[in-house]
């Protein structure tokens, strides 16, 4: 298999260099490239019209590609001028354009955009008017930056206020409604977005945190994994010349703190960038269950109730360098990490009746269960960019480690009409983690405006779980018991290559790859003996067109087939007695489920305003869902399954609005309906629903613009999933924010959860079961936080070539 992926890729490298087919008559055209001038990423969805010197009437008009690029072809002989803009920098003007007979190609190569800034060089204050949530027909990029409601937050804060994404109450991520969603860290799988199949995310700061990165139709280029596409959190690397530094400090009531520093140092041979963020959290988070059971004429009710206590603290670091070497060459290196720990408390009393009111049982459980991870991730990469223009070859090696160790002590006091019985037990996990990730990819920029992209990759991931547990006996000592005794490994292998071409054709852009994968996955319960091994090839198209029929409007329609793989968390077969009657295990029996995913977008912009709009539908077989078992003394078991089949419809729409220059709106709705079909008349998970939720924001700015009021509304309808319904809920934010001293000092305020109305509340039916859930954590906080800055910031661009153009702002974003 590897031999065959070799030849594949020198076969597609071949093809990048190849010429374009000859004949083509030669008309008037011009073409060339948008930077940001600082960072030198290139700019996408520039606005570029070619104006005529007569009466500026526009002659043509085109956005920038992904790659910054623009090409405008059947132009008539004429004198022109070239006028660029987009929203953020300053709008540049190209003069003295000149097409004829004798010149009829013009060729402007790179054109650099620079912030919009105010005031004098040698003192100033950036005033870049970037917006929270940049939105592309299919793409969305959140900074994290401009949005102060996130103060004092946690990665999972920030994930709550982007479009479309949800967080449920076990930290699992859904976008555009479906759960099955890539999390990577700076372009890459890492062990910090649960990669194990737990939520890390909740250890990582806001304050660490550049932007987030949402594609939801994907090109061959990345990996197929989820269905609904890829979230990309990319952490801060700081890109300012000379040395330059801010600190962040927050606290919040209910003993919330965070705070965060950054550094970075900054020539034309190197970038040294650091940033580290401590975070610490109190709260509670409690848990009401009501369940019927109905045994031929007898009805059997259990009522449980949880208040419990959540504490925890994280560390997170990010330390890297760029080396700038001749010829267009880079070499980047960076290490990231998070060391924390997670302690939760719990009271929980469970009572067992009859219709009847006659008792089958009541008892109480005090819970303990202390937690601790530590997170790694290395990166190493080497970018070549060839000699004018012509494309770029990167090298990139990632690892990632991760363990996390986590204990529980319950004691448990069972009453029954006959006896009591005292239980005393303890638990103790370990697990381990390891990702390594070797990729190289080949863009290659042909004449025509053609490109071509290829590239292998591969992916291993390691995992291993030991747990066990002992209980007291008669004499107060310690000995094995039956409640856990565990150990667990699994093993997955991914290799992969790609090939995409692409291109221009007037007012068209467009792009078809594929990709080839073979995967192994190897779960092995040791403690059983018990060997399991799923290994499939696949073959994963993707197509996209866009169409520009007028100046800031644009149609796109894309297709992708994709993939969700069981985790290593949904295959586990082992059962978790941490609450011994909602049980939770997986089931290494799971299929991939394969999805085929359409899309089909719409964006008009105008100064004032912009409008992004989509529909899609996703077709899935054999998908994975949580699911619920029920047993007859009253115990549940929380697993996963394969339903036969589903379907989802949706529309998307993403409205920004700003009336004035200091009042700034954005309102997003999503919904779908979705309809689960399966042929098991055991499981019978036929159902179908509409799911929808809307969020908004509004900021406006103050005392010339250095106060700025913010205030974030979400709400999610009630929605349908397998086995049930989730209810509805939402909640309010507000957030204020002053800058001093020309921006170098700023404080802020926020009040998460203004009305104490964010919880779940789900009910769950099957013949003969219902039950009926909720959880709520501590929500509403008040934050404070102070931030100063300090250093040269220095926005002059004396290194033009020597800079990557995909390496600048931010640590390991995409390039789409």
């Not at 204050?125 to 994290?144: C, E, F, H, P, S």
């Not at 401590?278 to 259990?302: A, L």
């Not at 796109?556 to 059962?575: E, H, Q």
Request: hydrophobic letters at 30%; charged letters at 20%.
């Amino acid at each position: 298999m590897r031999f065959l992926l070799s030849i594949l890729f020198f076969s597609l490298t071949f093809l990048s260099f190849a010429q374009p087919p000859a004949g083509a008559a030669e008309v008037g055209s011009i073409d060339g490239k948008v930077f940001d001038s600082i960072t030198k990423t290139p700019l996408d969805y520039v606005s570029i019209r070619l104006c005529s010197v007569t009466d500026s009437s526009a002659i043509a008009a085109i956005f920038t590609d992904d790659t910054g690029g623009f090409a405008l072809y059947d132009l008539p002989s004429g004198n022109y001028f070239l006028k660029v803009e987009v929203d953020g920098y300053n709008p540049k003007i190209i003069p003295g354009i000149s097409l004829s007979r004798e010149k009829p190609l013009r060729k402007l190569g790179n054109i650099s955009l620079s912030v919009e800034q105010t005031g004098e060089l040698d003192k100033f204050v950036v005033t870049a008017d970037r917006n929270v949530l940049q939105v592309g027909i299919d793409k969305k990029v959140y900074n994290v930056g401009e949005d102060i409601s996130v103060t004092g937050g946690s990665a999972n804060d920030v994930l709550n206020n982007v479009p479309s994404i949800e967080i449920d109450q076990d930290g699992k991520i859904s976008l555009r409604g479906d759960g099955n969603v890539t999390i990577l860290i700076d372009g890459r799988p890492s062990s910090l977005s649960g990669g194990n199949g737990k939520s890390l995310l909740d250890g990582i700061s806001a304050a660490s945190i550049e932007r987030i990165e949402i594609v939801t139709n994907p090109s061959a280029k990345y990996d197929p994994d989820g269905t609904s596409g890829i979230i990309n959190i990319v952490l801060k690397k700081n890109i300012k010349r000379g040395l330059n530094g801010s600190v962040n400090l927050s606290g919040a009531t209910g003993n919330a703190y965070n705070g965060s520093v950054s550094l970075n140092m900054r020539n034309t041979r190197f970038n040294i960038f650091g940033n580290y963020a401590y975070d610490y959290k109190e709260g509670y988070r409690n848990n009401f269950n009501d369940q019927t059971q109905t045994y031929d004429d007898s009805i059997v009710y259990f009522q449980q109730k949880r208040y419990g206590e959540d504490k925890g603290e994280s560390h997170n670091l990010k330390l890297g360098m760029d080396i700038y070497l001749k010829d267009r060459n880079t070499l980047s290196w960076n290490v990231s990490g998070v060391s924390g720990y997670r302690n939760r408390y719990g009271d929980q009393t469970n009572y067992r009746f009859l219709g009847t009111d006659d008792t089958l049982g009541y008892w109480h459980r005090s819970a303990y269960d202390p937690g601790q991870n530590q997170n790694l991730d290395f990166g190493l990469n080497y970018n070549w960019e060839f000699k004018e223009e012509k494309g770029s070859i990167d090298w990139n090696a990632y690892q990632s480690l991760g363990n996390s160790a986590n204990q529980g002590y319950y004691d448990q006091y069972y009453d029954v009409p006959s006896d009591t019985i005292t239980i005393n037990q303890r638990l103790f996990s370990a697990e381990q983690n390891n990702i390594t990730t070797l990729s190289m990819d080949v863009v290659r920029i042909l004449k025509k405006n053609w490109r071509t992209e290829s590239g292998l990759k591969m992916i291993h991931r390691n995992m291993g779980v030991d747990t066990h547990s002992d209980s007291r006996d008669a004499l107060g000592g310690y000995n094995p018991d039956t409640l856990a005794f565990f150990n667990y490994e699994y093993t997955e292998r991914i290799y992969s290559a790609y090939g995409i071409l692409a291109g221009t054709y007037k007012k068209f852009k467009y792009q078809g790859g594929l990709r080839f994968e073979q995967s192994f996955q190897e779960p092995y319960l040791i403690s059983k003996d018990e060997k399991y091994k799923n290994q499939y090839f696949n073959v994963f198209p993707s197509a996209h067109v866009r169409y520009a029929p007028f100046k800031k409007g644009e149609f796109s329609i894309g297709y992708s087939k994709r993939i969700n793989r069981a985790s290593a968390d949904n295959l586990n077969p082992f059962t978790s007695y941490a609450d011994p009657y909602n049980l939770r295990r997986g089931n290494p029996a799971l299929k991939p489920e394969f999805i085929h995913s359409f899309d089909l977008g719409y964006e008009l912009t105008n100064k004032k305003w912009s409008l992004t709009a989509a529909v899609y539908q996703r077709f899935s077989n054999q998908v994975i869902q949580r699911v619920k078992v029920f047993y007859a003394d009253g115990t549940s078991a929380g697993t996963f399954a394969n339903v036969d089949n589903s379907r989802s419809t949706g529309g998307e729409l993403v409205i920004q609005v700003r009336p004035l220059p200091v009042w700034k709106n954005t309102l997003s709705v999503n919904g779908n309906y979705i309809v689960y079909t399966d042929d098991n008349a055991t499981t019978n998970f036929n159902r179908e629903g509409f799911v929808w939720g809307m969020k908004y924001s509004t900021s406006v700015e103050l005392m010339k613009k250095t106060l700025t009021l913010q205030l974030n509304g979400r709400y999610n309808a009630p929605s349908v999933t397998a086995q049930g319904r989730m209810q509805p809920r939402g909640s309010i934010d507000f957030s204020a924010d002053k800058s001093l001293a020309d921006g170098k000092w700023g404080v802020g305020m926020r009040v998460s959860d203004i009305f104490n109305t964010q919880g779940f509340s789900f009910d769950v039916s099957q013949q003969g079961i219902t039950q009926h859930s909720e959880m709520k954590g501590l929500t509403r906080r008040v934050y404070l936080s102070v931030r100063y800055k300090f250093g040269r910031t220095d926005l002059t661009d004396k290194k033009k070539t020597t800079e990557p153009a995909g390496n600048g702002g931010g640590g390991g974003g995409f390039d789409f």
